[in-house]
């Protein structure tokens, strides 16, 4: 049997708080809570958690303030609790250091899956030394700048096989507009979202001409895009 999953919800709403607790009540995870976020970067350095899950709007500092912080020491996955329509908070988190965010109000089913993905990526983010990645039937040879799937090679531009490998090292989390502007085309092209949507469009077309269901780009609307295996 497995250590519990240590979370820490940095969260002021007691409510949710309180349904965090419920979901974690059958021992699969231990929750560790704090209301502040001073409190939270403490009860962050004393269990040392698997994930963090941090409420923006918090009574004593910005969200975006905690996570700068916990950033300069740690790389816990970090899981931002956001409301509804707060997409340039999204935005800012996730280029920020977030891994992910989660819109409330979300399900049990939800939480648990944005958790494995986060930790699961934990586990596997050192992408530096990587000559191949493999998300699913999907396979990108870095050194050969070829991509596949199922052993057939998908003709793509440069920029495609670019973007798709930020993607496929990102499988299942979403990705900002931003991070992919700056890493495919430089700081000059960081606002040139009409160009990243063209490309990502032939992208995505190449990939579903391809592919067996599930494999796909999803579009997060103002935010960024997230591969799905
Ligand atoms: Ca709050």
């Not at 965090?20 to 939270?40: N, V, Y």
């Not at 941090?54 to 009574?59: F, S």
């Not at 931003?178 to 990502?200: F, I, N, Q």
Request: aromatic letters at 4%; charged letters at 25%.
């Amino acid at each position: 049997m497995n250590d519990p999953i240590r979370v820490v919800v940095i969260e002021d709403e007691v409510a949710i708080r309180r349904f965090l607790k419920a979901s974690f009540g059958d021992g699969e995870a231990e929750l560790h809570e704090a209301g502040t976020g001073s409190e939270g970067l403490t009860l962050i350095a004393r269990k040392n958690p698997h994930v963090v899950l941090l409420d923006l709007g918090l009574p004593d500092q910005d969200g975006l303030a905690v996570l700068r912080e916990l950033r300069t020491w740690s790389n816990v996955p970090v899981i931002v609790l956001t409301a509804r329509g707060q997409d340039t908070d999204k935005v800012a988190a996730l280029d920020g250091g977030a891994d992910d965010y989660l819109t409330k109000p979300f399900s049990v089913a939800e939480l648990m899956a944005r958790i494995r993905v986060a930790m699961r990526h934990a586990q596997t983010s050192d992408h530096s030394a990587q000559t191949a990645i493999e998300a699913g039937l999907l396979r990108l040879d870095m050194a050969g700048h070829i991509a596949s799937i199922e052993g057939v090679e998908l003709a793509l531009t440069q920029i495609e096989f670019k973007l798709l490998a930020i993607l496929a090292q990102n499988v299942d989390r979403v990705v900002t507009q931003r991070h992919l502007l700056l890493e495919v085309w430089g700081p000059a092209y960081e606002d040139s979202t009409h160009t990243l949507r063209v490309h990502m469009a032939n992208l995505r077309n190449k990939l579903k001409a391809h592919a067996r269901e599930g494999l796909k780009i999803q579009t997060e609307i103002g935010i960024g895009y997230r591969l799905r295996q």
